[in-house]
């Protein structure tokens, strides 16, 4: 389980929002401080969807949920295979992180678009 605090009000939960399905494989790895962002109220946190540990060829996952790092590196679960959605990501992926990812078994796709009936 990551920590989420209540610097983060207003925002709404959504672990994994980015997976198409919750068929994946995931499993809790060491979220480093360095990278995360600071919010106007001086927490410091990494954001569901960022790319662990790199955007670039070290990929190895997707972080599922944002992790409170405001006291420094914090656990946190990470999915490790699974297909996404590459257009929730809060960052598009770099070409290296996406080939990868899709070498330890992520396949990426396009979210669907929802229409409602006209009123």
Known sequence: MSFISAGNKG???APGHFL???ECERKTRQIAQE???TTSDGKIYVKMGTVYPSNDENAE???YEDVDVT???M???VVLKGVVYDDRLPVALTTDA??????KGFSFKTSPTVSRGEE
């Open 11 to 13: 925002t709404v939960y």
């Open 20 to 22: 198409a399905h919750e």
């Open 35 to 37: 990278g995360a962002i």
């Open 61 to 63: 996952g997707i972080v």
């Open 71 to 73: 006291s420094g590196d």
């Open 75 to 77: 656990p946190g679960s």
């Open 98 to 103: 996406k080939n990868a990812l899709i070498s």
